[in-house]
């Protein structure tokens, strides 16, 4: 097997987040679900819009916020991704080249605009979000190139991306070439309602040994297993993939490898202001740590680190040197 | 005289601003100027933009900014500017509207885009602007309704756009259905350059007693008057217009009216994010305790805590509450 060009390869939604904030009382106002996420349409996207206060655009999409983290950190990357002939899709584009990220899907042609997802965040930092998915949802399969997978380390997968039927068929192509190239795959389910509408796709993938690590946090893992219990859910899980990597929010996180089993607490930061890609980044920072051989304790408390540098501000991308913050940090 | 419905109107640019973080060394590399703005064209900013770091987008804009705090603070507010019917002047329209300020003037069919002002911030909190004007600097007079001029208390308006030929005959004839009205009119130069290539328009307002309300900096007001020495300037300067506000940076502010002068030293903050927008903050408190009826100290004193807000992070809109946020410390 030659070594690889790239240490990470992703396929996600190529999103641009529209960031206000809001009281909880417009949470309930709108019906919304606090902390969750929604899919949402056009019609929708409009009377969200309207009731949203002044806001910031930060590009965003799980995946895409995983690898601007491991870029950041050092890592070489390449993304899959489907934006619009727009000038969010310009942001989009402009953002991931210039975090360094391989990325050349064309933008696409037509009507349907690139997504955007609407995200209050009240005063708790906790982040409510509702995705609008326009192009990113037409991803098609021709735009996975089956020699640039083979030639990642790591094949590195949003849930997200799984309900639509194109990305999907893009997904299964990607983990088939991964598979034949000897590659890893790192999953992450990204919500509980994606899960509900996939499971038997997960559990197959999982069985079927196409998942070597697992990002999620308790309660997908709690959806995913079938089992409420923690510790029970973790047993479960953590036979059927190589390493495990399970979020708690302030409680922390537990990974599993062969055996070994670690946990780190949550890194202290003075205030959260916005939780937006904080699992994102805490598999940016611990899948840094695996792809550049460290420990699995070192790797987990890269990823708690990661985390915590993202929601101590609005957006889901690191606004500091991360290599730089990680590193003066492990020290300690 | 009616009671004006509005409290301020503005003119002004309707700008997205577009805000990456740098090195020193990559300002030096792009030939620009530490700390100053320049116009540029779509080429350059193609350029400029491909050189830029992973940004964030947030409306600006200086008079837009100066009326978002304004609004912000509880004032009544309406803005005349132009954009582009465009994703992007779909965000500056949200962001005006969401912050309550009343806005009409329709977007621009065309090729023409919204403009956009890549902000390039260096590690001391400095930024350094290049503005393209796109449909910004073509706003027409038509756009400019006399009636809702005369109905404001003051109208305010940014030197920026004076330098295009449209806008500027915008701004002719709100000056003087304002003027018409006996409402008051507040004016900022903007920038030294836009001052040495319309010093006589400028200095033909002020001996005209056409402009109420001064608000520049040192270095703009010494281009104004041609008197480097400060105290001179605030002399000649504040002998032609009712109110005068001179900022000085992290040196404070210095506002005269009627005989009297007070000063201000900026408000210490921990760290200068960002100072994109600080004259543009200061204008906005002072002016709400003007338009309020406080004294000039407290005025002064409005601007510099607003002023200190705005730099606390990335963007020239406010992140706070900010009604709350002054008057939390004008008790202190």
């Given at each position: 097997?030659?070594?690889?060009?790239?240490?990470?390869?992703?396929?996600?939604?190529?999103i641009?987040?529209?960031?206000?904030?809001?009281?909880?009382?417009l949470?309930?106002?709108?019906g919304?679900?606090?902390?969750?996420?929604?899919?949402?349409?056009?019609?929708?996207?409009r009377?969200?819009?309207?009731?949203?206060?002044?806001?910031?655009?930060?590009?965003?999409g799980?995946?895409?916020?995983?690898?601007?983290?491991?870029?950041?950190?050092?890592?070489?990357?390449g993304?899959?991704?489907?934006?619009?002939?727009?000038?969010?899709?310009?942001v989009?584009?402009?953002?991931?080249?210039?975090?360094?990220?391989?990325?050349?899907?064309?933008?696409?042609?037509?009507?349907?605009?690139?997504?955007?997802?609407?995200?209050?965040?009240?005063?708790?930092?906790?982040?409510?979000?509702?995705?609008?998915?326009g192009?990113?949802?037409?991803?098609?399969?021709?735009?996975v190139?089956?020699?640039?997978?083979?030639?990642a380390?790591?094949?590195?997968?949003?849930?997200?991306?799984?309900?639509p039927?194109?990305p999907?068929?893009?997904?299964?192509k990607?983990?088939?070439?991964?598979?034949?190239a000897?590659?890893?795959?790192?999953?992450?389910?990204?919500?509980s309602?994606?899960?509900?509408?996939?499971?038997l796709?997960?559990?197959?993938?999982?069985?079927?040994?196409?998942?070597?690590?697992?990002?999620?946090?308790?309660?997908?893992?709690?959806?995913?297993?079938?089992?409420?219990?923690?510790?029970?859910?973790?047993?479960?899980l953590?036979?059927?993939?190589?390493?495990?990597?399970?979020?708690?929010?302030?409680?922390?996180?537990?990974?599993?490898?062969?055996?070994?089993?670690?946990?780190?607490?949550?890194e202290?930061?003075?205030?959260?202001?916005?939780?937006?890609?904080?699992?994102?980044?805490f598999?940016?920072?611990?899948l840094?740590?695996?792809?550049?051989?460290?420990?699995?304790?070192?790797s987990?408390?890269?990823?708690?680190?990661?985390?915590?540098?993202?929601?101590?501000?609005?957006?889901?991308?690191?606004?500091?040197?991360?290599?730089?913050f990680?590193?003066?940090?492990?020290?300690?």
């Open positions: 097997m030659t070594q690889p060009k790239l240490d990470v390869i992703a396929i996600g939604n190529a641009i987040d529209v960031i206000g904030n809001c009281q909880d009382s949470i309930d106002d709108l919304l679900t606090h902390g969750g996420m929604q899919l949402i349409d056009a019609d929708q996207a009377t969200l819009y309207a009731a949203m206060g002044p806001a910031r655009e930060v590009s965003g799980s995946a895409a916020n995983t690898l601007a983290g491991l870029a950041a950190l050092g890592a070489q990357c993304f899959v991704g489907q934006v619009a002939a727009d000038q969010l899709g310009e989009f584009t402009h953002d991931i080249h210039a975090a360094g990220i391989e990325f050349s899907v064309p933008a696409r042609a037509g009507e349907t605009p690139t997504a955007r997802c609407l995200i209050f965040v009240t005063p708790d930092g906790q982040r409510t979000m509702n995705t609008f998915l192009a990113s949802h037409l991803l098609s399969a021709d735009m190139d089956e020699a640039a997978i083979a030639d380390a790591v094949l590195y997968l949003e849930g997200y991306l799984w309900d039927v194109e999907r068929a893009a997904m299964r990607a983990i088939a070439a991964a598979r034949a000897g590659r890893k795959i790192a999953f992450t389910p990204s919500e309602f994606i899960i509900d509408m996939h499971r796709d997960f559990l197959e993938l999982i069985e079927d040994g196409a998942i070597d690590l697992m990002f999620c946090n308790e309660h997908e893992m709690a959806s995913l297993t079938g089992k409420p219990g923690f510790e029970d859910g973790i047993a479960q953590g036979a059927k993939v190589d390493v495990l990597v399970v979020t708690r929010g302030a409680e922390g996180a537990v990974a599993l490898q062969g055996g070994e089993r670690v946990e780190v607490t949550a202290p930061i003075d205030r959260v202001v916005d939780t937006t890609g904080a699992g994102d980044l598999a940016a920072g611990f840094y740590g695996h792809v550049r051989g460290k420990s699995l304790a070192d987990l408390r890269m990823g708690a680190l990661c985390a915590s540098e993202i929601i101590s501000h609005y957006g889901a991308r690191p606004e500091c040197d991360l290599a730089d990680v590193e003066q940090r492990m020290g300690q």
